[in-house]
C-alpha cells in the first residue's frame, strides 16, 4: 500500500464501495484509513470508480468485484422471495382472518422481526405480503410501548376507555367457572341480577375457553329449521319413553309451541294411544283458543289421522304436518326439549313410579319454563308464551354501562403506564391520532 501523502490505489477505493475491503485487504490497512473517507467511498457511486479504470467495465478487477457483488444480491434477493412466498402460502392455507390474529396474538414477535428487517427488505414491502397495513403494524408497536395494570392486552385504558377492565373479565369467568346449566343462563342471570352490563357476544368470547358443569358439545349437521313468528302459530308434538329405576316404562305426551319454546301442555301415562295424543291437543286447544296453527308431529302411530277422531271441531283451525313427509324438516324442537328435560335436569331417571315421576316432571316442567332460553335471549319460554310486557330493555343497561366504563376509565391510573402523568398522555394523543 501507498501512504503519507500518496494517493490510495484505486483497487482499494472500489473494492470498499463494493464492500469487498475485507477479503483483499487486511485489516491493519484498513484501520490505517480515516472513518470518513471510507465513509465518502461506500457513498460514492460504482460508476465513479469504474470509470477510473483502463477499459471501464471489462477490467479484470471491476469483473471480479462486481461479479461477486451481483451474486450475492441474485442470492441474498432469492431467499427473500423464497420467505416472502413461504409467508403467503402460510396466510393463504390459514386464511387471512386467522393468519392476521395469529400475528395479533404475538405482536410482540411480529415488531420484533419486521424491525430487525433493515437493510435486507423494506418494512412497506414485508407488511404488504404479510396483510397488515402501517396503520395496524404502528397500533401494535405503540401499544408494546404500554404496560397498563388495568387491562389484559396492556393497552392503556384512558386512550381506549371503551375496553372492558380486567375486574370485569374475572368476574365473567368466575360466574362461568361457579358453575350452571349453559353459558347463556349464566349471562342472563347475571344480566337480570345487574352483575354485568356487556353484550352476550362480549361474555361469550371471555368464556370461550371455560365450560360449564353440565354443558354437552354435540357436532351434527343442522337440519331444516321452521321458525314460527307469533305465538301460537306452530305446535310441535311428540311422544317420549322414560323409565322408572325399576324399569317401567311410561309415555310423556307433550306439545311445545315453536315460537317461545314453551310447553303447552303435556302427559303422562303408561300407554301410547292415539285418543291419549288428541285429548293432550284438545286440552291445548282449548286453554289458548288459538285462531289458526299448525300441528306438527312425526309419523307414529299415535298421531296418525289425529284430526279424524273427535277433534272434527277443530278442523279447519289446525293444518296437521307430518315431519319428512308434509314438509322436508324434522321435529327437532321437540326432541330438544325432551333432552334438556332428561339431561339437564336428571331427576327424571331416580322415580320409583308413575305417580313419582309425575311430580318430578311437574317440577322440572315448571323450572324449564321459567329458566332463561337462548332463542330469547335473557327471557324464559313463559314470558314469551304469556306475552308480558316488562321486558327490560338489554340495550339501555349496556349502553348506559358502556358510558360509566368510558368516564371511569378516561380518569384511570396505574403504576406502570406511562399516562400516569396526565402532560405526557395528553402529548401522547397527538402522536398517537397521526400514527391512526
Known sequence: MMHGNSKYPLELKFAVCCGEELKHFSKSDIRKIPRATLSEWRKTPISKFVNQFENGAEHPTVIKYLSRRDEELETSKKAIESYMTFVSFIKEAMGIKSFTRMLGENKEKFVEVVEGLEGLVTQQYFLEHAGITRNRYWVWKNILAMNCTLTTD????????????????????????????????????????????????????????????????????????????????????????????????WYLYCIVDNASRGIVNWRLSDKLRKSISADVLREAFMKYNPDKIIYMTDGGSENRKIMDTELLYMYFKVTHWIAGKSVMASNSMIERVFHTLKNEFGSVHVARDGHQLE??????????????????????????????????????????????????????????????????????????????
Not at 362461568?176 to 352483575?195: F, L, P, S
Not at 365450560?211 to 314460527?228: D, F, H
Open 154 to 249: 396492556k393497552i392503556c385504558a384512558r386512550r381506549t376507555p371503551n375496553k372492558i377492565r380486567d375486574a370485569e373479565r374475572q368476574l365473567c369467568r368466575d360466574l362461568v367457572i361457579a358453575g350452571g346449566e349453559n353459558k347463556n343462563v349464566i349471562y342472563a342471570h347475571a344480566i337480570r341480577k345487574g352483575q354485568i352490563a356487556m353484550g352476550r357476544g362480549s361474555f361469550y368470547y371471555i368464556v370461550q375457553d371455560l365450560t360449564t358443569t353440565k354443558q354437552m358439545k354435540t357436532y351434527k349437521p343442522k337440519p331444516i329449521k321452521i321458525r314460527a313468528e307469533n305465538v301460537h302459530d306452530i305446535w310441535h308434538a311428540d311422544v317420549s319413553i322414560i323409565k322408572t329405576i325399576y324399569g317401567e316404562k
Open 359 to 436: 311430580q318430578i316432571l311437574s317440577s322440572t316442567i315448571e323450572a324449564y319454563m321459567n329458566r332463561p332460553h337462548s332463542a330469547h335471549g335473557i327471557y324464559t319460554p313463559l314470558e314469551v308464551l304469556e306475552g308480558r310486557d316488562n321486558w327490560l330493555d338489554v340495550k339501555k343497561v349496556i349502553a348506559d354501562a358502556k358510558k360509566e366504563r368510558v368516564e371511569a376509565n378516561k380518569v384511570a391510573r396505574c403504576e406502570n403506564c406511562s399516562c400516569s402523568v396526565e402532560e405526557r398522555c395528553s402529548d401522547d394523543d397527538g402522536g398517537i391520532e397521526q400514527s391512526k
